[in-house]
């Protein structure tokens, strides 16, 4: 911590004419004038003294909830000075200094301190807690602090600023928009969820019939079966499989602006980009699929998310939180990454897209049961050339509804474009 000049203007004016009445006094032989001066600097020096003596500010802990904060959203930080002050102290101000990436109202009063020689907490310590609220202004790691506090004497002769340089890092996620849930749309996905939602909810009826084999339990035999086909029947259980999907991203640093390079939340564009790819993610996740999330180059940006596991999503916000641009372009080789594979949903999210471009995205969508592509600045007729390819599209940006562009890109044919 530090401190500056101790004394406020009227501190700074009484000084002076202190000094003043010993010049004058002593050049014009003016004894009370010199009395005069020796209390108005004894005054002086008693109002620094109040401040400055006996007094000590240790440290400042803070505390956030929650301790990510979602762009948009709030989190209430909690910050805890500890004073050590042998006599009473006047009350002041304080100030916590917020970074670009947060919003709010980091001051207020800093309250009256009684003296610490009574009550005997140890040797004077005391707690002082402060609240204020945050918002998220900005994707990115960003750092609270320095807290600053201010006191003055009571008569307004002395100051005394405080600056705690401790400082605390305050984790900036992405926001997650609501989407519409792909069971609505259960045609789209090729059946694949619904067959195998009806499947998990089945239970002990999730059975199949086979022709029995030596070895086989008794029990197992199915009589229905064993009946109609006029052969041995057992029971077998069915295969489940848990539905899968992909979420891409393209980060190539041409299809954004430059400042997606240099900082997370300094590209708008790359924002909706990165807000719609953690959205997509939290909605196939919740509606049970296992969800792969990679880049275009075929890098995986977090480990594969199990359906359900919402607990995982909430730890991607914070790895997202960091994520920047790259030079590489490697869109247009992304089919090869599916490439004698299919899956379930593939959604892929990009910045500019030419029309070249979505020619060259067109066989990828052959391997998804619904491919959708989300572009924030589509060039031309690109979006209808990967629409005549097979993908459901939609143009995203910051000024567009994300949740209106899902639910229109995947409740139509694939031959409908919306921006």
Known sequence: MRSVWPLTVRGTGALVLAIACFIVANEASIVELMYFGILLLAVVVASIASLYVGRRSDAVTRALVPDVVPVGGDARVSVRVEVRTALPTAPGTWRDALPKGLRGKAEGAFPALGSGLRGGERGGARSIDLMYTVTGARRG?????????????????????????????????????????????????????????DQLGQGADNLVARPYAPGDSMRRIHWRATAHRDELMVRQEEQESTPEAAVVIDRAALRWSPEALRA?????????????????????????YAVEVLDTEGTVLVDRIDGGDMTEVDAMLVHFATITAHRDDTLPRLSRLFAGASTGPIVLIVGRLDPADAVAVGPVSHHSTLPLLLSAAPVGD????????????????????????????IGRGVHHVFG
Do not use: K
């Open 141 to 197: 790691v960003h750092s609270l602090g320095p807290l600053t506090v201010r006191s003055s004497d009571p008569f307004g002769l002395a100051r005394r600023t405080v600056v705690f340089s401790q400082r605390t890092p305050v984790t900036v996620a992405p926001a997650i928009v609501e989407l519409p849930p792909l069971v609505d749309y259960a045609g789209a996905t090729g059946g694949m969820l619904h067959t195998t939602t």
């Open 382 to 409: 690109a979006l209808d050339i990967a629409a005549d390819h097979g993908w459901h599209v939609a143009a995203i940006g910051p000024d567009r509804d994300l949740g209106s562009a899902w639910a229109n890109a």
């Open 264 to 288: 997370p939340g300094a590209d708008p564009g790359f924002e909706a980009g990165i807000s719609a790819c953690v959205s997509a993610v939290a909605r196939l996740v919740h509606d049970g």
